[in-house]
């Protein structure tokens, strides 16, 4: 069953602001086991908006339109799809009624504004009537169209609560068996992935993907069948092949993050970490809090920004500043002893380098960082030269050092 | 001058990776004075990017595609264009002799693989020859098509260095004098916004968008003219107009961010500002130092997730944390006055509360969030409800505290 994704708003189309909804909306219809035939982004502009619409119906089997229902006045959507499909907008009452009872709540806002959002072309079956989402379906040559709001988090919820049941409905045939791995690769680059990919003599029926998504490579493995058993069989041949050639240099799969499996990995071990961080200015931490749970194995940490800080917070000691200088192998080390003990956690990190523009030298230029890891039994530091702008380098910072607390505890694991 | 932008690969139609190249050559070439008439993206399937292509050339006067250039198995963007276009693929000497050198350095990289990078479809004129970028040019039916890597680094400096000025020797009288300013608000529902600006009398020829960005509200008033004097003075009046409704809801302008504004102010007064974060994980942190030369004005921080850290590095005291809670009033201002007095700053910002999934209670329930401020005058912090996911509370919470600074700022500043 074939699917395409349609867009709007000037927002996008002047590069204002990112289109994240489309994508959300492929991968989920793509897990799904649909096939996207295209996607695309077209101004708030009603001739262009039907002009998409009336193509997709053409040539898809079904269409998700996100953005442009609101109550402001650039919201055209309904407009466009009354005129593009001949049919006439009409007060939904459910909705109009929702409105109201909110319109009683907050008596500042105009009433002719809101209601905007209870107008829909002919046909038209709110998904929410009682909530304050805006979004429908329509049906139009037999096939299904959906209308969603293009705010991320309404589009998101609407998608998933509303528009993947009622699709699963239509065509219950439509999809072949499909299989599909994500492989995270970090530390290994691109073309290497694909040599020793290409020493395997994987089935032509497997689909394989190369993605750079900085700072990793995924690799794509997607196997569709209609016999549900040969192609699970290929599936997990496939997949071992995969991991023997790529090793540890695979650090997890599919919505695996480094920092949720470095997350996992402490869990596991009963350990608790603590972070003092330079360069990646609370990055680490920022990314390690992301995960719910994360209170479990991590404690907190320093942002030690200032080199004052690293002597109040962290004990390093103050002539080895002077000395090494805070951007050094030393003062890493002490970053990561200094907050260990400060902490009383397991096992401490630290890093401290040159994210630019400026600040470099001839012999620390800018993308030098030493990263320090601390333990029971003993502190180390290793020194790293990335490339990039200032916020690639404090990207790899950060996933580098997540990288070496997976290592550390891989080993001891192994142990 | 009307722009199409089609960008390809399997990766984005299954939503695994977010394009981000697209929405950044809409911007450029938005605010180079191009009218972007559609963005598409499809999959690695070479009759679809044909049929994509050709019709763009069709019906707009440049063309933009990005992806698909790499010499992976997977790279099928040359070969549809050879197919569609009629060209066939021929090797590029200058850049065979660039991968050639290269290949010298990394020997376990099979030649054939790389070599696939130098050849183009027939009358393809590369635009970096010497770095090891694909892209290229190529003219078909008098209009300008360019064929970018997808890789962001490498698309955004081959499209601000090559694209642009080659661009701008097309058709130098394409373009309407464009006056745009994007207004940037937070603490203001989109409904209000609304309000406030319908209630003015702007011109016809002002367009306005509204945007909502989580956090924020985005607020774009346009102008186009071909007469630059009375467009500049209709601009003029628009914008002052807009500010007096807005008021002080208005943090920013066009590229401005929250903390770029924050670290501005407090660069202006001369003062250094000191973070202590608990629910916000770093985030505050991380932020701030995402800006280059925030060492000027930001010491550092403590990110204390665990109660034990809020003790060792903030001094609250043992018994505070015990009869209030964690999340509460006077632990939020007893942190903030902790990372001030230990750090020496001359400004504290605190924040403590529940990001959730879990930890919510009747009395703090999940979105519960104090913010503490500590200066030479005194210690308050404020409660406030935030809703959401933990992404959005976090992101709510960072972008609240951020906020705060400023308008204590601007306030002192009044003074």
Chains 1, 2 share one sequence.
Not at 94 to 102: D, F, G, K, P
Not at 235 to 244: D, G, R, V
Request: with cysteine; charged share 20%.
């Amino acid at each position: 069953m074939k699917v395409e994704i349609i867009a709007i708003g000037d927002e996008l189309t002047s590069g204002r602001i990112l289109n994240t909804t489309s994508s959300f909306a492929a991968r989920q219809l793509f897990e799904a086991g649909y096939e996207i035939y295209a996607m695309h982004t077209i101004g708030d502009t009603p001739a262009l908006i039907g002009e998409a619409l009336k193509k997709a119906i053409s040539q898809v089997d079904a269409v998700i339109v996100t953005g442009g229902l609101g109550s402001t006045d650039d919201d055209l959507t309904n407009e466009a799809v009354s005129m593009a499909l001949n049919r006439p907008t009409l007060p939904n009452l459910e909705i109009l009624s929702t409105v109201r009872a909110h319109l009683d709540e907050i008596t500042s806002t105009p009433v002719g504004k809101l209601e905007k959002l209870a107008w829909l072309p002919e046909g038209a079956e709110a998904l929410s009537p009682k909530s304050r989402m805006a979004g429908y379906q329509l049906i139009h040559d037999e096939k299904p169209i959906f209308f969603l709001p293009g705010i991320p988090s309404q589009m998101k919820q609407l998608l998933n609560e509303h528009v993947l049941p009622r699709l699963a409905t239509w065509h219950k045939d439509h999809y072949l068996t499909t299989y599909q791995r994500v492989f995270k690769i970090f530390n290994l680059p691109e073309a290497e992935v694909n040599r020793r990919i290409s020493t395997l003599d994987l089935s032509r029926a497997a689909l394989i993907g190369y993605y750079p998504v900085f700072p990793e490579v995924h690799l794509s493995l997607i196997i569709r069948d209609k016999q549900n058993r040969s192609a699970e069989k290929l599936f997990k041949s496939s997949c071992k092949a995969i991991n023997t050639v790529l090793g540890d240099a695979i650090y997890g799969y599919d919505r695996d993050c480094m920092e949720s499996i470095a997350g996992s990995l402490l869990q596991r071990a009963g350990w608790h970490l603590a972070v003092a961080e330079s360069c990646s200015g609370g990055l680490i931490s920022q990314k390690l809090t992301n995960i719910p749970g994360s209170s479990a194995y991590f404690l907190g940490g320093v942002v030690s920004y200032a080199n004052d800080l690293k002597i109040k917070f962290l004990d390093v000691p103050e002539d080895l500043l002077r000395d090494k200088g805070a951007v050094s192998r030393e003062v890493a080390e002490a970053m990561a002893a200094g907050i260990r003990g400060r902490t009383g956690a397991d096992i401490g990190l630290a890093v401290t380098g040159v994210a630019g523009p400026t600040g470099g030298t001839p012999e620390k230029p800018v993308g030098t960082v030493y990263i320090g890891i601390a333990t029971s039994e003993g502190n180390w530091a290793t020194r790293f030269q990335f490339s990039g702008d200032r916020q690639q380098i404090r990207e790899m910072t950060a996933q580098t050092g997540l990288d070496l607390i997976r290592k550390y505890l891989l080993q001891m694991a192994g142990r």
